[in-house]
């Protein structure tokens, strides 16, 4: 017998804010938002989202809604969602969830999306010392495929993935979280040597009662006042998962997920049509609304049988994934290298970070010799299916990263040739990406070999 069309378990209507959902969204991690489904293992079902600022950036030739967004209010998240086996039992704290992506992509009629940088004073990103400016380029699909009249001369196709895929935190684990941020935030400035090379702050996003939504829970209520107190931002990957942005999470992917709360309670969104390795410019993929297919299973006990905690407690654990058979096909490729020297020239030691910056850097100037602004060159190199990876972390001084461009997306050879490189109308690329003026005084990193 042939199996049902998948259960729609989280629908999502897009002339709706996130807190208008028939089943409300949550921005925030906390063992206590309720769930909005339950769902049961073997059973196939449907999950819709809004892009992960609930509808905030416009298809519109305009890039001040990128400079003046309110990132208090983000990601926006569909869930918390109950697995239960099929004795209606739910997952147990110990248990493996796996969740398996079986299909996804653009919500019907709102097939587009957008990459961004934010202004350097709200939100930065990884280069943000060299592009302080907020910019924004929209992209259009063509079924597997995306095009962007501020980036012409490429088209690829979309590794289209989840950027949020996570459990809820036991109390335990919660404050765990916030204690080991907190010492970051407060003491990191004066104590890590790479907050001089790398320029994104806030250091880390602690918990804020300003734009949180917490599903079921209404706002400003008692117990909306005390959760949103001590709930986890979801702006970075933890234990749970959460926004890992692994661009190769697509169709035939699964997830193994740690369960910290009974019925695992978890939650996805943050759809991308496409991502580079890194996804560089923060805002960096092809956000977009999007829906998942999934199955889920529970392995009994699972976190010890599988995971083997890195740290003081049991907790200390991280997922597995396993990346699905599809994918795009390219064969040529362009790799850039980067090594653990800063744009002063100072040496670092096995700096991976410094390293991937450089290699970063060293792609954005070449590809702007071909027709391209630096700033399409760094919205792009997020977005498209770009490779990072680091390389080496053994030789002192110098970890070595790289990054791998596929040379077919461009509609010209973008290789190194005798002669110089070459010049003419059809290189000058218009229009630019949508940018806003940067209006605050923090000092831009020059390359000074440039300068000569």
Not at 151 to 176: D, K, Q, Y
Not at 265 to 278: A, I, K, L, V, Y
Not at 336 to 347: A, C, K, L, P, T
């Amino acid at each position: 017998m042939a199996p049902t069309t998948p259960r729609l378990v989280i629908p999502i209507d897009l002339k709706k804010k996130p807190l208008e959902q028939n089943l409300p969204l949550h921005n925030r991690w906390h063992p206590q938002i309720p769930p909005v489904a339950d769902v049961k293992v073997g059973e196939v079902f449907r999950v819709e989202m809004v892009d992960w600022t609930g509808g905030a950036v416009n298809d519109d030739d305009s890039a001040i809604d990128i400079k003046f967004i309110d990132l208090s209010a983000v990601h926006y998240l569909s869930g918390p969602i109950r697995v239960l086996d099929k004795d209606g039992i739910p997952a147990k704290p110990g248990d493996l969830l796996v969740v398996e992506i079986c299909n996804l992509g653009p919500l019907p009629g709102d097939e587009w999306g957008f990459t961004a940088s934010f202004d350097r004073e709200n939100g930065g990103g990884f280069l943000t010392d060299h592009f302080p400016s907020a910019t924004k380029a929209i992209w259009y699909f063509e079924g597997i495929f995306a095009y962007s009249p501020h980036i012409p001369g490429v088209r690829f196709p979309g590794l289209t993935h989840p950027g949020i895929i996570g459990t809820a935190p036991s109390m335990e684990l919660l404050n765990i979280w916030n204690e080991r941020e907190r010492e970051l935030e407060k003491n990191g400035h004066q104590t890590l040597k790479l907050c001089e090379v790398l320029h994104a702050r806030p250091l880390a996003n602690l918990p804020t009662t300003k734009g949180c939504l917490l599903g079921k829970i209404p706002v400003g209520t008692a117990e909306w006042e005390t959760i949103a107190k001590e709930a986890a931002r979801t702006i970075p990957g933890r234990e749970n998962g959460g926004n890992c942005d692994i661009k190769n999470l697509s169709r035939g992917s699964k997830i193994y997920l740690p369960v910290f709360v009974e019925g695992a309670n978890f939650s996805t969104g943050d759809m991308h049509f496409s991502q580079g390795d890194g996804e560089i410019a923060f805002c960096g993929a092809i956000e977009m609304s999007g829906f998942l297919e999934l199955k889920c299973e529970i392995i009994r006990g699972g976190m010890k049988e599988y995971l083997t905690p890195m740290g003081p407690t049991p907790l200390h654990v991280n997922p597995i994934f396993e990346i699905g058979p599809v994918e795009p096909r390219f064969s040529e490729w362009l790799v850039f290298e980067g090594i653990s020297v800063d744009e002063s020239g100072r040496q670092h030691y096995l700096d991976a970070s410094v390293a991937y910056k450089r290699a970063v850097l060293n792609a954005i100037d070449y590809l702007s010799k071909f027709g391209y602004s630096k700033e399409q060159v760094y919205l792009l190199l997020s977005c498209c299916p770009c490779e990072g990876r680091i390389s080496g972390i053994v030789d002192s001084p110098n970890a070595l990263a790289t990054l791998a461009i596929p040379t077919a997306i461009f509609d010209q050879d973008i290789r190194p040739k005798t002669g110089k490189v070459p010049v003419g109308p059809r290189l000058v690329r218009k229009p630019d990406v949508l940018r806003c003026t940067y209006d605050g005084n923090l000092p831009t990193t020059k390359n000074p070999a440039a300068l000569m």
